[in-house]
């Protein structure tokens, strides 16, 4: 067994001390931040971007709602084809969780516009409803941005229904390709971005994964 020389030792202190005080000084700005942050809001977030976990994201959500005792709604504007394990999962709670999937799957495959957008706008008018109701304390858009996109719906009509929601409730909204009008309205953006995909490897989506 090695024993650690003198200057080992001593490098290990600097080390350790050094790294004391860069702590110290991160906690003075941490907590100053902290202090300066005294005002609770309902959040507007968007989930975007080419990477996988948009929708992962907005779920994870949803269940720490649930643990704090909250009521979510959910509406889904593309998926539906296929049963997913965030719906097959939270339709297990239906006292505290209002789920609708309201797509008929993802556009290549339905390849009808028209159908399409009445399809999303049929769920706009759910979201809109919760969108008006104080009892709900998280509203998760899954894939609206994919409607706007495709101007299924009317993006100003969207930001109106949003900004006139209750002050307490927070929104999610997932989907690649969120428009600009969204993105200056949202309070927390974040951009998932793609490094690899197993897709691209040949493999197909993974129940427990992508579904």
């Given at each position: 067994?090695?024993t ?6 001593k ?7 050094r790294?004391r ?5 991160k906690?003075?700005i ?11 809001c ?58 609708h ?11 009808d516009?028209?159908?399409?957008a ?10 809109a ?5 104080p ?16 101007r299924y719906?009317?993006?100003q ?27 200056e309205?949202?309070?927390?953006v974040s ?7 197993a ?9 427990g994964?992508?579904?």
């Amino acid at each position: 067994m090695n024993t650690p020389s003198s200057d080992d030792v001593k490098d290990d202190a600097g080390l350790a001390e050094r790294h004391r005080r860069r702590m110290q000084r991160k906690k003075e700005i941490v907590d100053a931040k902290i202090d300066a942050a005294q005002r609770d809001c309902g959040l507007i977030l968007v989930h975007t971007g080419n990477g996988k976990g948009k929708s992962s994201s907005a779920f994870g959500m949803v269940a720490r709602a649930l643990g704090h005792g909250m009521k979510v709604g959910v509406v889904q504007f593309i998926k539906g084809k296929i049963p997913t394990g965030e719906e097959i999962f939270f339709r297990r709670f239906p006292g505290e969780v209002d789920f609708h999937v309201m797509g008929e799957g993802y556009t290549w495959n339905t390849q009808d516009r028209e159908r399409d957008a009445e399809k999303a706008q049929a769920a706009w008018a759910v979201a809109a409803r919760m969108l008006q109701d104080p009892a709900i304390g998280l509203v998760v858009l899954d894939e609206l941005n994919i409607a706007l996109k495709y101007r299924y719906l009317d993006v100003q009509q969207v930001i109106e229904d949003l900004l006139g929601r209750p002050e307490m409730q927070h929104v999610v909204v997932t989907g690649r390709a969120a428009p600009p009008e969204l993105i200056e309205v949202a309070h927390t953006v974040s951009e998932m971005g793609l490094v690899k995909h197993a897709f691209a490897q040949g493999i197909r989506a993974q129940p427990g994964v992508e579904l």
